[in-house]
């Protein structure tokens, strides 16, 4: 269909825009300039020599040096490759340790994708498989927990296409803010209030997070018995999932620690370990327990005596009590031996700081595969033989096994505002497949589209960005076949 007078069709995606000049299209990531179609934001490069790479502009006073292999031109701002039958908007050649490489790079409109949070926290966020949702709509749910870490699963296909319109612009906003690293609200239907934001604390119910669990209860105790051993009679760790006792733990026995008597509620699982002392909450590891003194169903009279002491303590260290029986087996609260408060710190000390981590989730399929070869399922091949690597922003992403080409890859490492949207709802994010220029011939890639990467960046609007030293350089040649 041809534009109106005065505007361009764009067909970097299915919305097609009709653009008139000087304005962009509904994504602002393109816009009509002077009659022609171009993406409004620059392609970024990353060099691991920055200093010698000059800023890139449409202008003729930068003459190409881009230092051999020391630049990678990265999905962000490159332009995408709709429609399916397009090659992919930067296929370029570099020469690295000797080997000439190629690197197909391009913006994929996603609409099968999702991320993953991992939340460090012991707080109860809500019931596994509850809604998660964001102003109002449903835009995901909570998975499983795993060692100290709450799972959320956010956006995908159903949330982006198969509800209300408005359900699919509210995921979108969601996960394009998620993707840059922008903090998000959530709320957990029967759960908590969060806010979340890549690579920072969780905020649970307007409580910042501080620290990770240094285990659950029983592994607490098993870390550090022998440091309690002569300083108490008995160690209550209380934990959601499993509260040690560590008179009764294997560790309390092999250090020859005689019974207390002390039996807590809860359901026993092996000596020394139980579930569900209390429900999930908020309170000392992770359960609703204000008073710790609740989880003890009894003493023994004919175990228990005066003067045991007993120390109450969280998988943290946050929440600990010490207490002393009185004659009629009475805990009473008293104040906690320098010994034994310096085994809590040390609780407090080997807890990692607790962060949200916010992975994305991707099938790479349709116009990306097209971009890269006409037979899409020599690069998928090539992918699982490790000839090709893949990368999302220039950040290591890793492949699925099984059929397809699914990534995932921590945000954290990828540059600032490397996600865009498309209003049909989709995401839109870098992808770039790195490979040497045999292998790239053999998966029947569009060959004669390769041009040396400076020439490619030469007649494009780019800026260089010093290279994270924390993820491997992409253009490192992989094995030979």
Not at 231 to 260: F, N, R, W, Y
Not at 314 to 324: K, P
């Amino acid at each position: 269909m041809s534009a109106g007078a005065g505007k361009i069709e764009c067909n970097a995606c299915p919305v097609l825009c009709q653009i008139t000049e000087g304005r962009a299209g509904a994504c602002d990531r393109y816009a009509n300039v002077e009659g022609r179609l171009v993406r409004v934001d620059p392609v970024v490069l990353m060099s691991r020599q920055p200093e010698k790479v000059p800023f890139a502009s449409r202008e003729d006073d930068w003459d190409g040096d881009l230092v051999g292999g020391e630049v990678f031109v990265t999905g962000v701002g490159a332009g995408t490759t709709y429609p399916d039958y397009k090659p992919a908007p930067f296929i370029v050649s570099s020469r690295q340790d000797g080997v000439d490489m190629v690197t197909v790079v391009t913006e994929g409109i996603f609409s099968y994708c999702s991320f993953r949070i991992k939340i460090d926290t012991d707080r109860y966020l809500g019931p596994e498989c509850a809604t998660v949702r964001h102003r109002g709509e449903a835009v995901g749910h909570v998975t499983t927990i795993e060692y100290g870490s709450q799972f959320l699963s956010l956006g995908g296909v159903h949330h982006l296409t198969g509800g209300s319109k408005k359900e699919g612009r509210v995921t979108c906003d969601l996960m394009m803010a998620l993707g840059n690293k922008e903090a998000v609200e959530l709320e957990v239907e029967g759960g908590a209030k969060l806010v979340v934001q890549a690579g920072r604390p969780p905020i649970v119910d307007g409580v910042e997070e501080r620290r990770m669990r240094v285990g659950c209860g029983s592994a607490t105790i098993g870390i550090f018995a022998k440091q309690w051993l002569g300083h108490v009679d008995e160690v209550v760790v209380v934990d959601d999932h499993i509260t040690g006792v560590l008179t009764e733990h294997q560790a309390g026995k092999c250090l020859d620690m005689p019974p207390s008597g002390l039996r807590v509620r809860g359901r026993k699982s092996t000596p020394g370990r139980y579930f569900q002392v209390a429900n999930p909450g908020t309170g000392w590891g992770g359960t609703d327990v204000t008073d710790p003194l609740t989880i003890v169903e009894s003493f023994d009279p004919k175990v228990s005596r005066p003067g045991m002491r007993l120390l109450f303590v969280s998988t943290t260290g946050d929440h600990h009590a010490w207490y002393v029986l009185d004659d009629a087996l009475v805990p009473r609260p008293a104040p906690m031996p320098a010994e034994v408060m310096k085994v809590v710190e040390r609780i407090g000390e080997n807890c990692e700081p607790s962060v949200a981590t916010v992975l994305f989730v991707a099938g790479a399929g349709g116009s990306l595969r097209a971009g890269v070869t006409e037979n899409p399922v020599l690069l998928t091949r090539s992918i699982k033989d490790l000839l090709t690597r893949v990368t999302v922003g220039g950040a290591p992403a890793y492949v699925w096994p099984g059929g397809g080409i699914t990534v995932m890859v921590d945000v954290a490492r990828m540059p600032d505002r490397s996600f865009g949207w498309v209003p049909t709802p989709a995401i839109v994010a870098p992808i770039e497949f790195t490979m040497r220029a045999d292998d790239y011939a053999r998966l029947g890639g569009h060959v004669d589209r390769v041009v040396p990467v400076a020439d490619a960046i030469a007649r494009a609007q780019a800026k260089v960005l010093a290279w994270d030293a924390g993820n491997p350089w992409p253009i490192e040649p992989a094995a030979a076949r």
